[in-house]
């Protein structure tokens, strides 16, 4: 399957998605919307396929919402037509996305970035939330997003000002888990997706859905649902084999049941 907006490879088990709109620093207009969400619901549903990794070019991730096709559009159009509704799409995918960010991810760039799963940062990634300069607000999430991963003062503090953060602020603040030579952000992002691709697949999603879980409950409620899902595990073949593997000191070989 080929896109207009988006590159989407497959390195063995793993899903590498480039956002390909160099000519506006990959900013996300509707085009880019489908053809991303088209290619993570078809990696989701591919059991070949066990991580992803979403990414941009080294000068920008994506360098917002394409404020050339928002700028004459008004309420009916927006809210009438749920305006980049479609993203919440994104976060509904149950298979790790990892996102490798360099360059800019600002505004919905950086919006996106944060609902991926987590986000390795190159050296020279900048992050910020500067649609207060344009006489607007974030609209996918930012200012929710944003607060959880680095508090309510730095969040509060971008988006008023608008001011970016590099990469080794943001590493400080815990937007991003690891900040790597810009060069080789994307195939180091590829070997941790080839990590947590070889993992059992089960246990994988239940990782991902019990640590979102965190964000969405109260510390008794997400507590009670990761026992939960803890005890449900142990009716997998997979947490069998996991565990004999490593009493017979050898690796596990999953069946994803
Ligand atoms: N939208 C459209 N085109 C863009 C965007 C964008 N967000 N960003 C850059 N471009 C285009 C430029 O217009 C330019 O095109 P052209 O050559 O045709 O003039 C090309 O990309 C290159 O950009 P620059 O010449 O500006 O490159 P610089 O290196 O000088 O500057 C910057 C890079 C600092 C990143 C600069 O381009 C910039 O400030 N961009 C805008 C950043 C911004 O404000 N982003 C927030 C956008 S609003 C948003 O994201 C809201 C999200 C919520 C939507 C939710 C809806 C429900």
Known sequence: MTYETILVERRGPVTLVTLNRPQALNALNSQVLADLIHALEAFDADESQ???VLTGSEKAFAAGADIKEMSTKGFADMYGGNFFAGYDRVTAVRKPVIAAVAGYALGGG????????FILAGENAKFGQPEIKLGVT?????SQRLARAVGKAKAMEMCLTGRMMDAAEAERAGLVSRILPTAELVEEALKTAELIAGMAPLAVKANKEMVNAAFETTLAQGIAFERRLFHAIFGTEDQKEGMAAFVEKRPGVWKGR
């Not at 950086?110 to 799963?117: G, I, K, S």
Request: charged share 10%; with cysteine.
């Open 50 to 52: 066990g991580c992803a």
């Open 110 to 117: 950086c919006e996106l970035a944060m609902m991926c799963d």
């Open 138 to 142: 974030p609209g996918m999430g930012g």
